[in-house]
């Protein structure tokens, strides 16, 4: 996490005392997709934390198989076995055997190992022949930009993770993103209920 935070700016009185309204919703993730290099009409959800998302997503999927690339942080793992699926580590991107969901870390953490775009890109079009997803956590991606793969969202099977929090060093935010296809974004919207981020934290993200 930064130990830098970025500058809090003057927050309105009215992200306190109301709900969100829909066009700071809008605002919000118009300047996500702009931040990250996601193309304008792709979906893109916005969650209380990528650490929310982490532990959604295995209850959207029937019990499946579960691949995770190299040796990464335990949370997808224990996210995705307490959803009663499968889980198995594969050792390299080629190694993910049948797998219906394939989650890769990109920069791993804790080693910072990279994957390439292209790399991964063929990964999304093995997903998707399976109906499957690929899960790329970009948590730490903004330091790294050009190993994104933003500029796909939308593609099918494609699940990008990108937490708001680290980069800025503002984790106390509680604010994450999900950059997919619309099916999917739909499904883990409807997940995540109404109002699943808070009108202060809206704002601060979007100045």
Same mark, same amino acid.
Request: charged content about 15%; proline content about 8%; overall charge neutral.
């Given at each position: 996490?930064?130990?830098?935070?970025?500058?809090?700016?003057?927050?309105?009185?009215?992200?306190?005392?109301?709900?969100?309204?829909?066009?700071?919703?809008?605002?919000?993730?118009?300047?996500?997709?702009?931040?990250?290099? %996601?193309?304008? &009409?792709? *979906?893109?959800?916005?969650?209380?934390?990528?650490? =929310?998302?982490?532990?959604? +997503?295995?209850? /959207? $999927?029937?019990?499946?198989?579960?691949?995770?690339?190299?040796?990464?942080?335990?949370?997808?793992?224990?996210?995705?076995?307490?959803?009663?699926?499968?889980?198995?580590?594969?050792?390299?991107?080629?190694?993910?055997?049948?797998?219906?969901?394939?989650?890769?870390?990109?920069?791993?953490?804790?080693?910072?190992?990279?994957?390439?775009?292209?790399?991964?890109?063929?990964?999304?079009?093995?997903?998707?022949?399976?109906?499957?997803?690929?899960?790329?956590?970009? %948590?730490?991606? &903004?330091? *790294?930009?050009?190993?994104?793969?933003?500029?796909? =969202?939308?593609?099918?099977? +494609?699940?990008? /993770? $990108?937490?708001?929090?680290?980069?800025?060093?503002?984790?106390?935010?509680?604010?994450?993103?999900?950059?997919?296809?619309?099916?999917?974004?739909?499904?883990?919207?409807?997940?995540?209920?109404?109002?699943?981020?808070?009108?202060?934290?809206?704002?601060?993200?979007?100045?």
């Amino acid at each position: 996490i930064n130990p830098t935070p970025y500058p809090l700016p003057e927050i309105s009185p009215g992200a306190w005392t109301r709900l969100p309204q829909s066009g700071a919703g809008t605002e919000l993730l118009d300047a996500a997709r702009a931040c990250y290099g %996601a193309p304008p &009409d792709s *979906a893109i959800v916005a969650a209380p934390g990528t650490q =929310a998302l982490i532990h959604l +997503l295995p209850r /959207l $999927r029937a019990r499946c198989r579960v691949a995770i690339i190299d040796t990464t942080y335990a949370e997808h793992a224990e996210a995705w076995r307490a959803g009663g699926h499968g889980v198995s580590e594969a050792k390299s991107p080629g190694d993910i055997g049948a797998a219906e969901i394939c989650i890769a870390v990109n920069p791993n953490n804790p080693d910072g190992h990279l994957t390439s775009p292209e790399v991964l890109q063929s990964l999304i079009e093995t997903m998707a022949r399976r109906g499957g997803w690929l899960i790329v956590d970009e %948590a730490f991606a &903004d330091v *790294a930009p050009g190993i994104s793969v933003a500029g796909l =969202a939308g593609r099918r099977g +494609l699940i990008i /993770l $990108r937490s708001f929090g680290k980069f800025f060093g503002l984790a106390g935010l509680r604010l994450g993103f999900a950059l997919t296809d619309a099916e999917t974004a739909a499904a883990i919207r409807h997940a995540l209920g109404p109002w699943a981020v808070s009108g202060p934290a809206m704002e601060i993200a979007t100045k």
